[in-house]
T-cell receptor
Framework: GENVEQHPSTLSVQEGDSAVIKCTYS??????FPWYKQELGKGPQLIID?????GEKKDQRIAVTLNKTAKHFSLHITETQPEDSAVYFC????????????FGKGTTLSVSS | EPEVTQTPSHQVTQMGQEVILRCVPI?????FYWYRQILGQKVEFLVS????????KSEIFDDQFSVERPDGSNFTLKIRSTKLEDSAMYFC????????????FGQGTRLTVV
């Protein structure tokens, strides 16, 4: 089955710096890669996703890149702000009915002002 | 904005007791999921449900677990005889379509088995 590895497990940056979180996946059939942000005591919230037919997607300060050949994808946050502090999870899934999201172990991002 | 709601937010139960976790998915969604997250660990898939039957389940989802959509709005997860290791945060999620579309998560139910 699919296995998703995520690095780093913790990341500390200064406000205004960029943050990059990387994930690799094992199943070449996976073609959907969402990123979730989880704040303390809350459920995961989707912040951006990418499908395998594109290599990059951007939404304001957040971008995701995908390298299908190498089976890795990354989350890029620019101009970080203290409110970006949270746990970020990457996930992978195969486009079929009711398919599971397989999550990475998460990255705790701390943005200090 | 539509959201997935879960009740209760926190449940404490004795080992061996049955628990039912409840979820109200987003009204026009067709696919429903349960995930769990043991404290400090990653979110793990339990089961997906579509058209009143299980679509996919993980190894975690053994005979102690069952899911049901008892009416047009609720989606439940039952654990028949809870074990200490069932203590976790349980998230319900729903999506309008199958894989490849956005899954919305509820705020979770923290289950503590004592």
């Amino acid at each position: 089955g699919e296995n998703v590895e995520q690095h780093p497990s913790t990341l500390s940056v200064q406000e205004g710096d960029s943050a990059v979180i990387k994930c690799t996946y094992s199943d070449s059939a996976s073609n959907y890669f969402p990123w979730y942000k989880q704040e303390l005591g809350k459920g995961p919230q989707l912040i951006i996703d990418i499908r395998s037919n594109v290599g990059e997607k951007k939404d304001q300060r957040i971008a995701v890149t995908l390298n299908k050949t190498a089976k890795h994808f990354s989350l890029h946050i620019t101009e970080t702000q203290p409110e970006d502090s949270a746990v970020y999870f990457c996930a992978a899934a195969t486009y079929q009915a009711g398919t599971a999201l397989i999550f990475g172990k998460g990255t705790t991002l701390s943005v200090s002002s | 904005e539509p959201e997935v709601t879960q009740t209760p937010s926190h449940q404490v139960t004795q080992m061996g007791q049955e628990v039912i976790l409840r979820c109200v998915p987003i009204s026009n969604h067709l696919y429903f999921y349960w995930y769990r997250q043991i404290l400090g660990q990653k979110v793990e898939f339990l089961v997906s449900f579509y058209n009143n039957e299980i679509s996919e389940k993980s190894e975690i989802f053994d005979d102690q677990f069952s899911v049901e959509r008892p009416d047009g709005s609720n989606f439940t997860l039952k654990i028949r005889s809870t074990k200490l290791e069932d203590s976790a945060m349980y998230f319900c999620a729903s999506s309008a379509d199958g894989g490849g579309t956005e899954a919305f998560f509820g705020q979770g139910t923290r289950l503590t088995v004592v």
